[in-house]
């Protein structure tokens, strides 16, 4: 009997043991130091449920997050969790590198209260779900009230005529400039929109899988941003602006219009008396639509972590009614629970740009094709590049076109074949 009672005290030392020895590595690649604080606080709620369990929180600065996530992969430094962008979903997902949630939402309870859109973007590859979305990102135009006043510009433009004789007018106060260009990381989607915009079709791709990104349309939207840059109506550095930049650049006062999700709130409304600035639909092309960007991001499993079960725990955390409105409130993301809707601060000013954009019939909210496994590889690496010649002149905007139709056509007839 003795032995037994020996046996069994050293087995639940052991127990305890390996508990407090367990830890989870969860990589955020969508990067600030208040999303940062915020994931922090979530998941000391997490390891005060869960005795001996400690997170370690791997953050990637967005702008290195591709090829530094690459990386850790291809050295074999695995996360059990990471923060996955919808724009690489397809790529990781279709390498075998996700664990399916599928068993874990069978069985999780507030699965039924997510929003359709949630489980539909969630299942964006082989219809299963390798990422549970935790929110959404739907762009909208920023604008600064008193460099408008100043400027002479009597109400914020509503077509990108008027958008770009607004800017003009703003660009001619001293230091000021019109139009907070993303030219580096992460400003695909400035792109799509006024490429979309212009064209009066936000279609990536004909029948046969031929990209529409070189057609005349597309073409003219591209030199649109491409000649709003040369004539000085963007910062000079905004080159190579990413997303800190650029809500810099829009707070700060030096520009006046700043395309955006609302995640940008957060700076802004910190700096920014909400009487001082307005968020309106995305400006209109020569067809009368607008095609704004919306993306989402999420919380997927590694399929090779060693602790699956405690890794959906983390996820269940991270993704779950608390969790997620305390996340999406300071990350800026609509949330994806249903009962969100009732919450009083989704029903405040601040957010009104953004859902007035969705009731009108004449902005379409565009998804970007992520479910290429090659899109990862356009948006983070190819993309930018290309751009940033074509802004400083060094290509044309036909050539900036034809470079990106031709990788995409590769992409989207390759995808056709498979099926």
Known sequence: MKKLVAAAIFTALMTGTALADTTLKLV???TSPERTETLEGIVSKFETANPGTKVEIISLPWSEAFQKFATMVSAGDIPDVMEMPDTWLSLYANNGMLESLEPYLAKWEHTSGLSERTLELGRDVKNTAYMLPYGFYLRAMFYNKKLLEQAGVKEPPKTLEEFADASKKVAALPGKYGYCLRGGPGGLNGWVM????????????????????????????????????????????????????????????????LDQDPDALIAI??????EDFGVMTMPKGPDGKTFPTIGFAGWSMMA??????????????????????????????????KSAEKDPFYASEQFKGWFDELADKNAVPTKMPTYLEEFAFFKDSLVIKTSQEALLGDITPEDLAKQWADYMTKAQQKFLASK
């Open 194 to 257: 006024f490429g979309a915009s212009m064209a009066g079709s936000n279609e990536f791709f004909t029948k046969d899988g031929t990209s529409t990104f070189d057609s005349p349309g597309w073409v003219k939207g591209l030199t649109y941003v491409i000649d709003l840059y040369k004539n000085g109506l963007a910062p000079k550095d905004s080159v190579n602006w990413g997303f800190n930049e650029i809500v810099a650049g829009f707070y700060s006062g030096t520009c006046a219009f």
């Open 28 to 30: 955020e690649v969508i």
């Open 269 to 274: 409304a910190q700096r920014m008396k909400p």
């Open 304 to 337: 090779k972590s060693e602790n699956k079960d405690l890794s959906w725990k983390l996820i269940e955390t991270l993704e779950g009614p608390e969790g997620n409105i305390e996340w999406n409130k300071k990350t800026g993301a609509l949330p994806v629970h």
